[in-house]
């Protein structure tokens, strides 16, 4: 007789778990199950059919996959969970008996453990871990701006501003950066590492609190697997440029840390040397200081001799090779954006994030030495180029620099250029921050700042300064709409009346080969099957929606302008009659 066959046995049911029974099997609580699926990278899926998986009930059920229920079966993080817990045992009992001495023995006993092998397992070659290093940067960011307080740990706040800072003296050294955006919610960059995009988010520098609605328990989980996996990825960055790892800083004797010097013996020494140590750390923090590099004689010559035998190479293709000699040679240029230039930063603007953007492109930074260490020149320099305020006055100017707002820098890296800083001086009305993320093109809608710019990169005059200025211009302008109001009248007068053509021969039709085409193309979307059909109408459904949102763009747009320019027009006759 053979094997009957039992409902819910066999088929999907035996491919998932509810998440119950996983924790029954794992004889883990809720709190460590979560945390070891996070560290593991398993997450819950949802089945086609519920029903049949669920053994015929309806009921609302989180379920996994079996087989990464008992991939997780041998991992030796659950026994270090376990030990944790008959270490907080031992503790409180120490405590509740008030044993003090065994209490600090218990402590000093804490089980720890290392997560390495699991980035390992994970990420088996390390452009896999590239490739998803945007969540790990994004969180650790987050947590470097937060507040040190008794929801999170003090040791991952240190460590995540530790990681960022060597992430960003990593993007500086190798001049990685390709765009920025500045929102609402923070500082949006891409930087190109290793010909892979890689984009993060970093917070404004604003004092905040915790919100009650969000589980810190979950977060700092992930940031305990995100700091190991990004500790494994800035060594092999730093390696792979011939950087030390951790940064360290060049002919520290010769920078000024401001050190009280004081007689004594070895404390007084411990105590200079562990100062120096911090001051070491602010510097390096402040990203204004060069990190040290390995001293090896034949980098430069082997960079020299590649870039070499890649200009011959171009230039023994044809015209695809002229194309990318001139695409490397404007990207030479946009990595040294602001090479020669010298800023001075005030109090006001955000430093850190200038400092990172101007440094990524090969400029010179300082600011007031009160407001913090790490500066290189002062205010009185002569050679500064730009100084960069965020205030609608300046107390003292110099004529040898441009006083500009941040912006200009955050446009001119999206622009490839230096952009004119006409519109981007100490109390003047910014142009629209553009996000260099939008492809215009795809969109269907070129806002005119863009056009604008697309003209400067191609070396024409977009017109930027076409205020009417002078009452000559305004007259020019009436005298024009009233020539307007005149033929739109003569329109309406021929339209009314009754107009007779006459009639014409055929035309052959080979000499409209517009007509052909379109005729054909209509033949074509006839014989299109009907499965294929469907698809060929949504993606013109699509592409009239783009073409409907961009004319509401455009409208929305020429109303704005209509309305600036009809207040700017009162506003210079209400100063003509104050004048007059």
């Not at 409180?92 to 600090?104: H, I, L, P």
């Not at 917070?203 to 969000?214: K, T, Y």
């Not at 035309?507 to 099957?529: S, Y």
């Not at 993606?539 to 320019?565: F, H, Q």
Request: glycine residues 4%; hydrophobic residues 35%; contains cysteine.
């Amino acid at each position: 007789m053979a094997r009957m066959k039992k409902k819910f046995e066999s088929g999907a049911a035996t491919q998932y778990i509810s998440r119950k029974r996983a924790c029954k099997k794992l004889q883990l609580s809720l709190a460590d199950f979560r945390r070891l699926c996070i560290l593991k990278g398993i997450y819950p899926h949802q089945p086609v059919n519920k029903k049949k998986v669920n053994k015929g009930s309806t009921a609302n059920r989180t379920f996994y996959f079996m087989k990464d229920i008992q991939f997780l079966l041998h991992e030796p993080i659950i026994n270090k969970f376990r030990e944790y817990k008959v270490y907080i045992h031992r503790l409180r009992k120490a405590e509740a008996q008030y044993d003090k001495v065994k209490a600090a023995h218990v402590r000093q006993n804490r089980p720890t453990y290392r997560v390495d092998h699991i980035v390992r397992e994970r990420y088996p070659s390390f452009i896999d871990a590239l490739r998803d290093i945007d969540d790990a940067l994004c969180m650790c960011f987050l947590f470097a701006s937060l507040p040190k307080s008794g929801r999170v740990h003090v040791q991952t706040i240190d460590l995540c501003r530790r990681l960022t800072v060597e992430f960003m003296h990593y993007v500086i050294t190798s001049r990685s950066l390709r765009k920025i955006f500045v929102s609402i919610k923070g500082y949006y960059y891409q930087a190109e590492i290793m010909s892979q995009p890689i984009t993060w988010i970093v917070p404004h520098n604003f004092p905040h609190a915790h919100p009650s609605d969000v589980d810190f328990r979950v977060m700092s989980t992930f940031t305990e697997f995100y700091q190991s996996m990004l500790g494994f990825v800035m060594y092999r960055l730093y390696q792979s440029i011939n950087l030390h790892y951790p940064p360290k800083i060049p002919l520290l004797a010769s920078i000024d840390l401001n050190i009280e010097k004081k007689e004594g013996g070895r404390d007084n020494e411990m105590s200079k040397f562990c100062s120096e140590n911090e001051k070491c750390a602010e510097v390096v923090a402040s990203l204004n200081t060069a990190i040290a590099k390995f001293e090896s004689a034949d980098d430069d010559g082997d960079t020299v001799k590649e870039e070499e035998e890649a200009d011959e190479l171009l230039q023994e293709a044809g015209s695809a090779g002229d194309e990318t000699r001139k695409r490397r040679i404007e990207e030479k240029q946009f990595l040294k954006l602001f090479e020669g230039k010298k800023f001075f930063l005030s109090r006001e603007v955000p430093r850190e994030q200038l400092v990172f953007i101007i440094r990524s492109f090969g400029g010179e930074v300082s600011w007031d030495k009160t407001v913090g260490i790490g500066a290189t020149f002062s205010i009185d320099d002569e050679k500064i180029t730009h100084q960069l305020i965020d205030r609608p006055t300046v107390d003292k100017t110099y004529i040898s620099r441009y006083y500009v707002q941040p912006q200009w820098v955050f446009d001119c890296v999206n622009a490839h250029m230096l952009l004119p800083v006409a519109n981007y001086l100490p109390g003047d009305v910014l142009p629209p921050h553009l996000s260099p993320f939008v492809d215009e093109d795809h969109e269907g809608y070129v806002p005119p700042e863009r056009q604008r710019v697309i003209a400067l990169q191609r070396g024409k005059d977009p017109g930027i300064n076409n205020d009417d200025d002078d009452v000559s211009e305004e007259e020019e302008e009436n005298s024009d709409d009233e020539e307007d109001v005149e033929s739109d009248e003569e329109e309406q007068e021929q339209k009314s009346k009754v107009l007779i053509t006459p009639g014409k021969k055929d035309v052959d039709r080979k000499e409209k080969p517009d007509q052909i085409a379109a005729e054909e193309k209509r033949l074509a979307v006839m014989m299109i099957p009907k499965k294929k059909k469907r698809l060929y109408e949504k993606i013109k459904y699509g592409e009239r929606r783009k073409r409907r949102e961009a004319e509401a763009l455009a409208s929305k747009r020429k109303m704005i302008d209509d309305e600036n320019r009809q207040k700017k027009k009162k506003e210079k006759k209400a100063k003509m009659r104050r004048m007059n």
